[in-house]
């Protein structure tokens, strides 16, 4: 049999928010690809769904936790290399989103939405790096987004927490590579999630046209952004550290 870089056979891939969207595919796709999966997320129902479409469901393991309980991490991590063996990946897909005009805008919403979207990924790439729980080859993959790189009327706090992904991926790229970690960041442009869809839905025409506009390609599918974090995580990407990969379809080349 040909050698297949591109192969996560028995690699331990731990996946944050796997319950639905992004997070859900990748755990599906990259149970495809071969890898034993930690599906982290707040619903079990919703986790079991994932689980329900994976490949291999023996192989895999489920982890019901809110991360920004940052106390129960370590246990998290713990338990799945105890059952699972030590994390040879991560995808953090976690994330959450307000849309709010800079004059509503509180402390209280800048900490929610920079503590799960930031705080909690540098917690878990900490605990996951760490000699007791790291496997062989480890790579993390930060799901961040276009809003990020590019300016977006109301989304002042989203965009800094994932701006904030992209600049702490170039440090930590610095900071890992000694232990022969690779890190790097996705920056997906308007993927259709089911949420997606149901936000399009309720747009008129004009104001639908408004949001996909300028997509070369047309908008995004979960697939996209999945396939892109299997080449990270896989052996093709050894030579790759600290960069952001902007999946957008063409959108911010305009």
Request: aromatic share 4%; net charge positive; proline share 2%.
């Amino acid at each position: 049999m040909s050698f297949n870089p591109f192969n996560l056979k028995d690699k331990v891939i731990v996946i944050t928010g796997a319950s639905s969207g992004i997070g859900r595919q990748c755990a599906i796709d990259c149970s495809m690809m071969g890898a034993k999966i930690a599906l982290i997320g707040r619903n079990r129902e919703s986790l079991n769904e994932t689980l329900s479409q994976m490949q291999n469901n023996e192989k895999h393991l489920i982890s019901v936790v809110d991360l920004i309980d940052i106390r129960k991490l370590d246990e998290v991590i713990s338990n799945v290399v105890n059952v699972l063996g030590k994390v040879n990946g991560l995808i953090y897909a976690a994330g959450v989103q307000k849309t709010l005009p800079l004059k509503l805008i509180n402390e209280n919403d800048m900490e929610y939405v920079y503590k799960v979207n930031v705080i909690c990924a540098v917690e878990l790439i900490k605990i996951i790096s760490n000699n007791k729980n790291r496997g062989v080859n480890q790579k993390h993959v930060l799901i961040s987004s276009i809003s990020g790189v590019i300016g977006r009327a109301g989304l002042t706090v989203y965009s800094a927490s994932k701006g904030a992904l992209i600049s702490l991926t170039r440090s930590l790229a610095v900071e890992l590579a000694p232990k022969g970690i690779n890190i790097n960041c996705i920056s997906p442009g308007t993927i259709l999630t089911p949420m997606m869809k149901n936000f399009l839905s309720e747009l008129s025409d004009k104001q639908k046209m408004k949001r996909v506009e300028g997509f070369l390609l047309g908008l995004g599918k979960t697939t996209d952004v999945s396939n892109t974090c299997i080449f990270l995580l896989s052996n093709a990407s050894r030579w790759i550290t600290g960069q952001n990969i902007i999946v957008d379809g063409g959108y911010s080349t305009r």
